[in-house]
């Protein structure tokens, strides 16, 4: 089938719609400009009355919604059961090929168990290296996903070996002869027999916006629903074209009303599905505004027709489309980051549980309301989400914010005050060495947040961002970041800002870990907390 980006796109007729497209822009994505670059009108100031037809529309796409019946699993349920199930098989085939080998379990050894261990983290390491369990793994080829299973259960073989003959026990202790021959035919078929099957079964993964309401965005929205998991939930049409037939999501307006939705609506990615002979100006600024924003958006790779011809690696275009990113895209790294999240955060729990308990108590017992304060937060790609703190201030916090607006002592959109007389006795003292922060935990571990990344705000705070600080929601917000130790509440908001963008353009596992260690003396110490 041809993909949609080589559908003729003809000219039409444009939806009425107010002119608006525009967005301040930071000189090196780091600072923001004094006036809109050219062509593009003022930020977020559309005359009255002009969106209201949008505003209709949004209705229909807003994060409160009623959904639609939902799929069968939930996204990455297929990829984490077959994690779960993976590491079953490697304790089950290392203990049954000890026992096709001639040998006895001796299961009250602790080197049986310290090998059955350093098998099932090997394989959890290894595997997430390779993005073996990728929540997008079932659109990988078949060939693809034996190789990645091949390397991976050679890789566990030779981490087990190396590690008995580290630890000097005997050989027959746990065997690892029928090791590979048993592990890699059982992952393999459930792999492709069960767990891919069961993967494109599960909900959409992202929601995306086209723009473009012509043969070509039509056809990529149903192509995007039905093969690629993905949650179309709107178009915007350019200025010379409307939709011959009904698209499958709701038309929310024109191109000039992208900035508006992209500050109204959380969205993924954004596909222009223009031709660049008709609607150049319009896709140019379409881009400038994403990247501004921060969101990923999708270019069409083809614009001719081919007959004979194709790509030399048909699977970085699938879908017909070139996709960019406004940082480093390192999927590797990334899967790490999100492996140590998941284990970092889960042996946190358990290792300060007698400290949470204690905390809790204190909490309880020592001012009226509830233990926990639950918070709407903004988090990746504008998703908002409800963060867990332990409560430091008076149940009514919220109500006399209003009150104390005057005497805010941070700049820009944050409220900041250094001797809030909201805050309790034992608020003072766990706000101080970050243990309120402590059930954010929890946050990290359900995906959430990241042990690391910029601190998520409140959407009232993000309804007054410029148009280049909204850029800093384009990552998985964090427990600590480059401003918790440097200086946190003595350093001004757009200062603030600007490390953000400087943690997202330069992200590397390196850094996290140093500003971890860095983070650890700031919080023992309280330095810049209040």
Known sequence: MRPASQVEVTPSEPPSASPRVGAETPPNGLAPAETPPPGLGPALTPPPGALETTEKQLAVVSPN???????????????????????????????????????????????????????????????TALCLYDVRFADRERLDDLALISIQVMVVTVVLFVTRLVMGTESWIVALSMFPPLLWPSVALLRLKLFRNLSVQEQPLDEVLIVGVGAMGR??????????????????????????????????????DLEHILCTVPVDEVYIAGNMLKHSAEMQAAVKLCENFGIPFALPAYHMRFDRARPVDDHAISDGYLHFMTHAFRPHQMALKRLFDIVSSAAALAMLSPLLIGVALGVKFTSRGPIFFKQKRVGLHGKTFHMLKFRSMVVNAEELKAKLEAMNEQTGPVFKMKNDPRITGIG?????????????????????MSVVGPRPPIPSEVEKYAAWQRRRLSVRPGLTCIWQVSGRNQISFEEWMYLDMQYIDHWSLKNDINLILKTVPVVLTGSGAS
């Open 65 to 127: 919604r009623p959904d639609a019946p939902p799929s069968r699993f939930a996204p990455g349920f297929a990829a984490k059961l077959n994690l779960a199930v993976d590491l079953v098989l490697v304790v089950a085939a290392l203990l049954i090929s000890t026992t096709m080998m001639g040998h006895d379990l001796h299961l009250e050894r602790t080197d049986v168990w310290v090998l059955l261990g350093v098998g099932v983290v090997a394989w959890l390491v290894v595997g």
């Open 219 to 256: 056809l990529t929205g149903e192509d995007l629903n039905s093969k690629h998991r993905r949650k179309v939930i709107g178009f915007l049409g350019f200025s010379n074209e409307t939709a011959t037939t009904v698209p499958p999501a709701p038309v929310l307006g024109t191109v000039k």
């Open 428 to 448: 003072r003292f766990i706000r101080k060495y970050s243990i309120d922060e402590l059930p954010q935990l929890i946050n990290v571990l359900r995906g959430e």
